[in-house]
């Protein structure tokens, strides 16, 4: 990656590791040799086998750190951890996202609204990410380079809904991207080398998307190692001026 040739030793976090895209960045950022340290979070370990077993193989340059992302004291405890060992990190993906679980299911109609479910689709999908923004700052307040890039999703752009339903994602995603938007103006006065951006990775073959895969176009259906490698590539071409923006798979702009 373009911003990681400049750095000799780049340290990544990945948040939302044990499984699908952040597994999958994992496994592809470790075959990486400019890359120091990798350090990864999961929030069920039963779910986390694939990740610890890489962490075996790659200790010490690969550290999982069990995270729930809805809460906040976790938060400050993990980047506590690894302030203990870095006073710096470089590249930082949160891909920890809510379509479903349980009886939490996306709403066909409103319905099916419950504020329970739509509380719960905000926790995850769109407070998780701003507070991990707030706590990466002493992280981030050096002068490399730097991403902080965060896992959105198409269905959170408003000048793009023209089917309706799914509101508790949509409206989550949309939530994200303000957010995120709203945390690279500030960063770009506290730590101006960072680069934060949301990212739409297209349809993946993942358990978050399978229930939802029938009317999915093959060709528009995407292993995890070909959204990966698209999302890196996108991530590569960053430039300062991209900073808060909403950026596709294949490197367009999206509309709010």
């Not at 077993?53 to 690894?82: A, F, G, M, N």
Request: aromatic letters at 8%; glycine letters at 6%; one cysteine or more.
């Amino acid at each position: 990656m373009a911003f990681i040739d400049e750095i000799s030793h780049a340290n990544v976090l990945i948040v939302g590791a044990s499984q699908g895209i952040g597994l999958g960045f994992v496994k592809k950022l470790l075959q990486d040799e400019r890359i120091a340290k990798i350090y990864a979070t999961y929030r069920k370990l039963d779910l986390t086998s694939e990740l610890i077993t890489l962490q075996d193989e790659y200790s010490p340059r690969l550290t999982c750190l069990s995270l729930d992302i809805t809460d906040e004291l976790q938060i400050t405890e993990v980047l506590q951890k690894i302030s203990d060992e870095t006073s710096k990190l470089h590249l930082v993906i949160n891909c920890v996202g809510l379509l479903h679980e349980g009886n939490l299911q996306p709403e066909k109609s409103l319905r099916q609204i419950n504020s329970d479910n739509l509380l719960r689709y905000f926790q995850v999908n769109s407070i998780g990410a701003v507070l991990l923004a707030k706590h990466l700052l002493p992280l981030f307040r050096h002068t490399d380079k730097s991403i902080f890039a965060t896992i959105s999703a198409k269905l959170g752009s408003i000048g793009d809904n023209q089917l309706g339903g799914w509101y508790g994602y949509r409206a989550s995603k949309t939530a994200l991207n303000m957010f995120m938007r709203t945390v690279a103006i500030e960063y770009g006065r506290s730590c101006p080398q960072t680069t934060v951006v949301t990212l739409h990775p297209g349809t993946t073959d993942t358990s978050l998307s399978r229930p939802f895969q029938k009317n999915v176009a093959a060709e528009k259906l995407f292993t995890v190692e070909r959204t990966v490698n698209q999302l890196l590539t996108v991530i590569e071409q960053l430039q300062a001026g991209d900073s808060g923006q909403f950026f596709s798979w294949d490197g367009t702009r999206l509309p709010w």
